[in-house]
């Protein structure tokens, strides 16, 4: 056997910042973005919370997120979320490849199906909601 | 030192070395093998073989065909026993190895494809896209690791084969991690640790390519055979020497020189053929011997393109078309594009000659049996008499299967044959004598030789004196300064002190293999007056069947040049005649 | 030929007389068409012959001559001088001990290679006198791109995972696995679940995906991975809820 190798340490808590390797940074943000996810799904629970209390309940939780701080956290939501989205859009044709015959189908298009879809539902939930 | 005893050692574990080990744990698996290696098993040379492995499988093609195709392709020095043999065995390999996961390219229908390399009469090259030996390689590595019975030491150097009783009964090597010194006892040895051509400066082959084991029988009283036969691939990079593999002229690619014009017609391999319809055993698919001459006339006659890296011919592959490329040759665009900036899809790609197999070897018989009994050898280390003069592309990669295979069952016949065991005592001196070889060498100081002098003036020896054309007087000027070279070999002395991956004693020893096997190439090649397949003399321009239908023996010693020697050539079936690469148009 | 003159920077290391790493610095002609290993080249045969790493087939097909160059994984016979600034730093590959040198100590990425059963196990026996499995060129599509692994090891030095848990089997083995998964001559995907679906197998990767990123020859196994877990949760529904469904 070798008589000492060399263990470079890696932190366990920093790792990430490593400033040869922006790939990483780019990993965190796209899983950190999921968090504002969770904060917006956790702002509908209250809001039918909100709901079942009242008109005058659900009447002041639309209030608060007509506040400055409440549109900013929306919008600061809205960015998070798309870019969680997207970036998970993006290595789709990785995880699901698909054959067809001796080629497989290229991976803008996979990407793209996702996309058209997203808009679509998008859309649809923009009718119902006028 | 760590006695480490075993049934069977095979020194390299590359193509060769890796079907023999998996030959040995199918037939017993309570043998106890120890695979030793100086790198891991996939690092080895075959990964790099790119074309394909030839074996009889189609319903239009036959063994007879195989059969007159190698023997005419080698300039009728192929032992005909053996090459009748190989060309049975090796379909049934190939199989094997399909069945064992090699993605081998196929037919629409699902069967094997195959296509059309140089000096064959019909397609019956199977490949894996244009990285067949890569596929191989790691195809066996892979199934090795099924067979516990396999013992692996990856990165031990072989410094010696120890011999007592007249037999091998072992071997030393370094453990390069820890750079200490191992002694395995075993009953049988089979050496397949690849070819020597790193012994020229302009190559195909890897840096591991250095003929350690050529060398290693050789010291051991093992004769090496017809080393004068150097193979020249016509299809290089001219700056890396990297290989554009001869699946590119099979697919249909073109050589074409400064004027535009398919010179091959000019030497004997016209008429010229349909661009994109390559015709078998004409024209660009005349065979590597052949190809390489003509590109040596070519520059003689200034009809080269100059370039930045020197005299090229073009190779022209765009009307193949950007799809068949991709599919057939993706590993020939790729390495042309990035080490040559090239793209073959839209240029002529500059090619030349380079360096690319040793048709000769350490001498084996139809076992893969050296002249030493308990020492046998298969692959490119060896020369079992298959290739003869010129070997013909494809027909190396089933040769690593076939007497991979057979060193195998050779071995195992031989211990079964009822041996006494052979006097410990002997082999541990010998041992230890290897180790205080090893360690003066490392300990030496004042040294006067610098290992990357030498081994550069070797180089510029090989490639000045011992090339596609030879003269008598350039050979003998070549034999004189490698005999020189090997004398102040002893001068040497290795800086880097640590016994950790010592790769200075590394290059030292690989050094030490080479010049051995020089020597023997310039040896044999001074010796044999006559034009034959790859040793092409200028002075003696016709082949000589009166005087060398006879492979060369060279054996060792330490001091002196080696003697030289000669053996008749096996011919069964086919008498010398004339290699036809005109399409059938005399 | 035009030349231009550049630092290497290598992390040397021998642990003979070092108690950790240093970097030692070399001045190197090079010629523009080098690549990173030319520039290691000059320095053993005209600088200093003490320094130890590997290399062979110059052609990026070996898979030896894996190296962190400027911190990014990078086989060094596939990097060209031309593409880097005056000042180009060499470090052994990342996530591995050094030996010496810039040679690693790598068995514990055979050893995993190894228990990841990467050989064929038919489905079905078959003499060899029978002939070929058949396979079409789409069935061949459909794992070859995972068969072009060099074994390289450029993806452990890139995985964060391999780096924070080494027990990952990780990315090259794993996508190994599923190169015989997915061969339709092979029957073996049971046995090799049981290594790979597992907290050490696939689950730990958390799809970085700077092993697809750094693959030299494109093989992708951070898709390798992701495959293997869609299809083993495939598996986890139908043993749980459709226990009557035939795998």
């Known amino acids: 056997m070798s008589n000492k190798p060399y263990v470079r340490e890696v932190s366990k808590t920093t790792w990430f910042l490593n400033p040869q390797q922006p790939r990483y940074k780019r990993y965190m943000a796209r899983e950190v973005t999921c968090i504002f996810i969770g904060a917006y799904t956790f702002l509908l629970i209250v809001a039918l919370k909100r709901l079942a209390e009242g008109p005058d309940a659900f009447q002041g939780f639309l209030n608060a997120l007509h506040s400055p701080l409440g549109v900013l956290f929306n919008l600061a939501a809205l960015v998070a979320a798309v870019y969680h989205s997207t970036s998970w859009f993006n290595v789709t044709p990785q995880a699901m490849p698909i054959q067809r015959g001796e080629e497989f189908v290229p991976g803008n298009i996979i990407v793209g199906a996702h996309y058209a879809v997203w808009a679509v539902v998008s859309l649809i939930i923009l009718i119902l909601g006028i | ?586 | 030929m035009s030349e231009r003159q550049i630092q290497l920077e290598v992390l040397r290391y021998d642990p003979e007389t070092d108690s950790e790493p240093r970097f030692q610095s070399y001045a190197v002609p090079c010629k523009n068409e080098w690549v990173v290993l030319d520039a290691l080249n000059y320095v053993k045969e005209n600088l200093d012959t003490t320094l130890s790493y590997r290399w062979s087939c110059h052609m990026a097909v070996c898979g030896s001559c894996g190296m962190m160059i400027n911190g990014e994984p990078k086989l060094s016979c596939k990097a060209f001088i031309r593409e880097y600034s005056d000042k180009i730093r060499v470090e052994p590959l990342a996530n591995f001990p050094i030996e010496r040198d810039l040679v690693t100590v790598v068995e514990d990425f055979i050893a995993k290679l190894t228990r990841v059963k990467p050989y064929l196990i038919p489905k079905e026996d078959k003499p060899i006198s029978a002939g070929e499995f058949k396979q079409t060129p789409a069935e061949l599509m459909k794992y070859k791109q995972y068969t072009l692994c060099i074994n390289c090891m450029l993806c452990y030095a890139a995985c964060p995972e391999y780096a924070l848990v080494p027990d990952f089997i990780g990315p090259a083995a794993i996508a190994l696995a599923h190169r015989y998964n997915q061969d339709s001559r092979d029957g073996g995907r049971d046995q090799r679940q049981e290594v790979i679906a597992t907290d050490e197998g696939v689950w730990e990767c958390s799809f970085v995906g700077a092993c697809s990123e750094v693959c030299p020859k494109h093989v992708d196994p951070a898709g390798a991975l992701q495959q293997v877990k869609v299809a083993s949760t495939i598996d986890w529904y139908k043993e749980h809820l459709m226990p009557w469904v035939k795998k």
Not at chain 2, 351 to 370: E, K, L, Q, S
Request: hydrophobic share 35%; with cysteine; charged share 25%.
């Open chain 2, 1 to 586: 030192m760590e006695v480490i005893n075993t049934d069977v050692a095979i020194v390299g574990a590359g193509g060769a070395g890796l079907r023999a080990a998996i030959a040995l744990a199918e037939a017993d698996p309570k043998l106890r093998i120890a695979l030793i290696s100086k790198v891991y098993p996939m690092r080895s040379h075959t990964c790099a073989a790119e074309g394909g492995a030839a074996g009889v499988i189609k319903p239009d093609d036959s063994m007879d065909l195989h059969f007159s195709d190698t023997v005419g392709g080698g300039d009728w020095l192929c032992d005909q026993d053996v090459v009748e043999y190989f060309i049975h065995e090796a379909p049934k390999e190939l199989l094997q190895l399909e069945h064992w996961g090699c993605p081998w390219s196929r037919e629409p229908d699902g069967s094997i494809a195959v296509r059309p390399f140089g000096g064959m009469k019909i397609k019956r090259t199977w490949f894996a896209a244009d990285k067949s030996g890569f596929h191989i390689l790691h195809t066996l590595f892979q199934t090795s690791l099924k067979y516990p019975s396999i013992q692996r030491f990856d990165e031990y150097y072989t410094t010696d084969l120890l011999v007592d009783d007249g037999r091998c009964q072992g071997l030393t090597a370094i453990e390069i991690r820890s750079g200490q010194m191992k002694h395995f006892q075993a009953k049988a040895v089979i050496i397949a640790a690849g070819g020597a051509s790193r012994m020229f400066p302009f190559t195909t082959n890897g840096a591991i390519k250095t003929g350690d084991g050529m060398a290693l029988a050789y010291r051991a009283g093992a004769p090496l055979k017809d080393m004068e036969f150097v193979q020249y691939h016509p299809t290089g990079l001219p700056n890396t020497g990297i290989l554009l593999t001869e699946g590119c002229r099979g697919e249909g690619g073109i050589l074409i020189n400064k004027n535009g014009r398919r010179y091959l017609q000019d030497y004997g391999m016209g008429p010229e053929t349909p661009v994109g319809q390559p015709v078998l055993k004409t024209m660009e698919l005349g065979p590597r011997d052949r190809l390489s001459q003509a590109f040596w006339h070519e520059q003689k006659k200034g009809n080269t393109v100059s370039t930045q890296w020197g005299e090229c011919v073009l190779l022209d592959m765009r009307h193949l078309g950007e799809k068949k490329i991709n599919e057939r040759l993706p590993f020939v665009r790729d390495l042309a594009s990035s080490y040559l900036g090239v793209d073959p899809v839209k240029e002529p790609v500059p090619i030349r000659p380079v360096v690319h197999y040793m048709m000769g070897g350490i001498h084996t018989d139809i076992n893969a049996a050296t002249p030493l009994p308990g020492l046998f050898a298969a692959g490119e280390c060896a020369c079992v008499s298959i290739n003869g003069a010129n070997r013909l592309g494809s027909n190396s990669l089933t040769e690593l299967l076939v007497f991979g295979r057979k060193a195998a069952l050779s071995a195992i016949a031989y211990i079964q044959s009822g041996l006494s065991a052979g006097s410990s005592a002997a082999l541990a001196t010998q041992a230890k004598a290897s180790e205080s070889r090893i360690s003066a060498l490392c300990e030496k100081k004042g040294g006067t030789e610098s290992i990357a002098g030498l081994r550069k003036q070797m180089m510029d020896t090989m490639e000045e004196n011992v090339g596609i054309y030879r003269l008598g007087d350039e050979l003998a000027a070549a034999c004189k300064k490698i005999s020189e070279l090997r004398r102040r070999y002893a001068g040497i002395e290795i800086h880097d002190k640590s016994r950790v991956y010592n790769t200075d004693l590394l290059q030292a020893l690989e050094l030490g293999s080479m010049l051995d096997c020089a020597e023997a190439v310039t040896v044999g090649a001074l010796a044999r007056t006559e034009s034959r397949g790859a040793h092409q003399r200028l002075d003696f321009t016709e082949r000589d069947d009166q005087g060398f239908l006879k492979h060369s023996l060279t054996y060792y010693h330490p001091k002196e040049p080696p003697r030289l020697d000669y053996l008749d050539v096996v011919i069964t079936k086919s008498q010398p005649g004339v290699r036809d690469y005109s399409g059938g148009k005399k």
